[in-house]
């Protein structure tokens, strides 16, 4: 789980003659990951496309534009089919002709459409002005403008002009000016007033009998426009399925007619190289062999281990004999040194020391080895990267603590089972991996979510659960009334135990990482750390030098009864001092190994503090549930200062138990609040919205805040220790058929 599944490098050698039967048989496995020939060894090339892979791309080129034409989607596929190259052939020309000339129609029409619309626009102000189209042109000593302005500002704009003659209309806002002046000469009077000039239209007469023709013609147009639509959508039921299985038979042709790019070639022979997973070569090998016999030499090159520089080597001896490919005797290439080696039949090349050079540098491709339950979680790594291939997964590290971070923190069985209906509906509804993958993760975190719920009694933020379940002593208690408040502070101090245990995961994967380099490394790296981190905090809950809080150690602190009976008050100041001097000790060490990471040595402080946002967040979501609640409900309070205890007016006002004086034993002392819910029809209304936008909201903000700050904490503090991603994703040289079936 923590590492990904171990490839292997794998050479496929044949004759040319064999080339198009292996290719057929190794895409048929859609088992290995094709890897690009460099063209790093003397006398070999990249091979070219097989014959018809232009006209299968053309053709390919066509479907896909046909599809996008008709907008046809894989709803519209129906049942899978076998495609032969003669339907293709036959049937494509005719669907071309056919959507092309109704594709070429709908054009048209939408370009004559528009070229309506436009004029319509054009013509609605002179509507309103409500002027005969043929009075505002023609004459000889007058210039007529019209455009969009307030009618005053414009008279007074040209009554400021030299423009001595003129006339204005308007109606609503559009103005028409009559001036005996040249028209540039009233354009300069209206410079300074907010005047939008409007071209006048061609037509004669009323611009309202205008415009009914207009409205008339695209009326028209949209009619005929919607037939071809219909037209193209009766072509999209009939041939869709057709041209989705014509595209995957292509693609898949396309797909194997330029495999040879990626192999090295020479007249007679071709080489080709990629990964595949290491307990699937001998499936892959039999395979293979069993489809074109002995006429291709497959061969393990090597195992790729998990070394911290990401280069694959050699994890169990392969035996390579230096012999050349059969059909090329002699192929040969030079190293960096200059010294002569040989091409081997298995692929790579054969060095004088025996040793094998490969056709390409590239590091395994990654696949993530994670059980189904921990898949979910993938995707939330991948908003980071794949992890590389030498690289720890922390894909189950993510499992273990952030439904935990994010259960800890909204703690409420009704809003977990809320977050649980959430991600059934995206897990079994959708069909993305994206979005299937969240539904997942809202799975586990409302499940955590409803486990703490239980555990502190929660149910909406009311505390029935407790009284049902735990007989009105729950386990455990949020911290929010002051009755209970050393749980606030016992959660905070919790938070800064999960940050050290959480970080110090973190760097134990880094130093096992570097441990590749040598133990000497890997302490000066990760060592350090988890010495500076353990060394202060050890300090610190040794009393600091007197000046700890008492939370963390003392008869006050939260170990020692408060709420925690676990009898811990601290650590004895031997081991204090001694947790400092691994302290300062561990900084020697990351000095020593980089020095310019000693400027970050706070870091297990500041850290480890960023972890109280979990208690913040627990509180923050347990005061906003409650302060809704408070509103329907109403609280009274039992007890007074430290000692008081909240109560939800459920089964009666506040003001009845007031009445009372006492409840279990206990004095009522005050009312926090009557509560909507008791003070008539109107308030239960008003009182019902705000319970139920007010819970929607908390929620809501749950995600937000209980969800952002649980992945940050995983991106930011945890995966910073150790992680870096930049893996390949696993692309396997194959098709996976969705529309057609073999031929």
């Not at 171990?6 to 290995?32: F, N, P, Y």
């Not at 459920?650 to 003070?679: C, D, K, R, W």
């Not at 008539?680 to 908390?698: P, W």
Request: hydrophobic fraction near 45%.
């Amino acid at each position: 789980m923590l590492r990904p599944e171990k490839m292997c490098r794998v050479s496929v050698t044949g004759s040319k003659r064999t080339m198009r039967d292996i290719v057929e048989a190794v895409h048929d496995l859609d088992m290995l990951h094709v890897t690009e020939y460099d063209g790093a060894w003397d006398g070999f090339e990249p091979g070219d496309p097989v014959d018809g892979a232009d006209e299968a791309s053309e053709k390919l080129v066509t479907v896909r534009s046909l599809e996008s034409i008709l907008d046809v989607s894989a709803d519209d596929a129906g049942p899978t089919r076998v495609v032969t190259d003669e339907a293709i052939e036959e049937e494509l020309a005719s669907v071309r002709e056919q959507v092309n000339e109704l594709d070429d129609r709908r054009d048209d029409l939408r370009g004559e459409l528009r070229e309506v619309e436009e004029r319509i626009n054009a013509m609605e102000p002179f509507v309103t002005l409500g002027i005969d189209l043929d009075l505002l042109r023609g004459y000889e000593s007058l210039s007529v403008v019209v455009g969009e302005a307030d009618p005053d500002e414009v008279k007074v704009a040209l009554a400021d002009s030299p423009v001595d003659t003129f006339r204005v209309d308007h109606e609503d806002g559009v103005v028409a000016i009559f001036a005996r002046a040249d028209e540039s000469a009233v354009q300069d009077a209206l410079v300074g007033a907010t005047f939008t000039g409007l071209e006048i239209p061609d037509g004669d007469g009323d611009p309202s009998s205008y415009l009914e023709e207009l409205q008339h013609r695209r009326q028209k147009l949209e009619s005929k426009l919607t037939t071809v639509q219909d037209e193209l959508d009766d072509l999209r039921l009939d041939y869709a399925g057709f041209l989705l299985a014509a595209e995957e038979k292509l693609s898949i042709e396309v797909q194997k007619a330029e495999a040879p790019l990626t192999f090295a070639t020479t007249e007679n022979a071709f080489i080709a190289e990629g990964w595949l997973p290491n307990d699937r070569y001998e499936e892959f090998e039999n395979a293979v062999r069993s489809e074109v016999g002995e006429a291709v030499d497959i061969e393990k090159l090597e195992i790729a281990e998990y070394d911290s520089d990401g280069h694959a080597h050699a994890a169990e001896a392969v035996e390579h004999e230096a012999s050349a490919p059969a059909a090329d005797e002699g192929a040969a290439t030079a190293d960096e040194e200059g010294e002569t080696r040989e091409a081997a039949a298995d692929g790579g090349t054969v060095r004088s020391d025996g040793g094998i050079v490969t056709m390409g540098s590239d590091a395994p491709p990654v696949i993530q080895d994670n059980p189904a339950t921990v898949k979910p979680f993938e995707a939330l790594v991948e908003v980071i990267n794949r992890p590389k291939y030498s690289e720890f997964d922390p894909t189950i590290a993510f499992f273990l603590t952030f439904p935990a971070f994010f259960g800890f923190m909204i703690g409420d069985l009704g809003y977990g089972s809320i977050y649980l209906l959430i991600g059934y509906a995206l897990y079994s509804r959708f069909d993305s991996d994206v979005v299937r993958s969240l539904g997942g993760v809202a799975m586990w975190a409302g499940g955590f979510t409803m486990l703490f719920g239980v555990l502190y009694g929660e149910i909406f933020g009311l505390h029935q659960l407790g009284e049902i379940v735990w007989g009105g002593n729950p386990p455990i208690h949020k911290g929010l009334q002051p009755h209970y408040g050393e749980y606030a502070l016992g959660w905070l101090v919790l938070s800064l135990i999960a940050g050290m245990l959480h970080l110090a995961v973190g760097w134990i994967f880094d130093f096992v990482e570097n441990l590749n380099h040598g133990l000497k490394d890997a302490v000066l790296e990760s060592g350090s750390w988890l010495m500076m981190l353990f060394g202060l905090w050890a300090w610190i809950f040794a009393g600091a030098s007197g000046s700890a809080p008492g939370l963390l150690v003392g008869p006050e602190s939260v170990f020692n009864g408060h709420p925690f009976p676990l009898g811990f008050a601290g650590f004895d100041p031997v081991i204090g001092l001694a947790g400092l001097a691994v302290f300062f000790a561990g900084l020697i060490l990351l000095v020593v190994g980089e020095p310019i990471e000693g400027v970050e040595f706070l870091n297990v402080l500041v850290n480890v503090l960023s972890y109280t946002r979990l208690a913040a967040v627990l509180l923050a979501k347990a005061g906003m549930a409650f302060v809704v609640n408070l509103l329907f409900f109403g609280v009274w309070v039992t007890g007074s200062g430290a000692d008081a205890e909240w109560h939800f007016g459920i089964n009666h006002a506040p003001a009845y138990y007031l009445e009372q004086g006492t409840y279990h034993g206990h004095e009522v002392t005050e009312v926090m609040f009557g509560g909507l819910m008791h003070s008539g029809i109107a308030g239960v209304i008003g009182g019902l919205l705000v319970l139920v936008i007010g819970h929607l909201l908390v929620l809501v903000l749950g995600i937000t805040s209980a969800g952002l700050q649980g992945v940050r904490l995983e991106y930011v503090e945890f995966f910073g220790k150790f992680y870096e991603g930049g893996g390949k994703p696993y692309n396997p040289f194959g098709y996976e058929r969705t529309y057609t079936t073999e031929d």
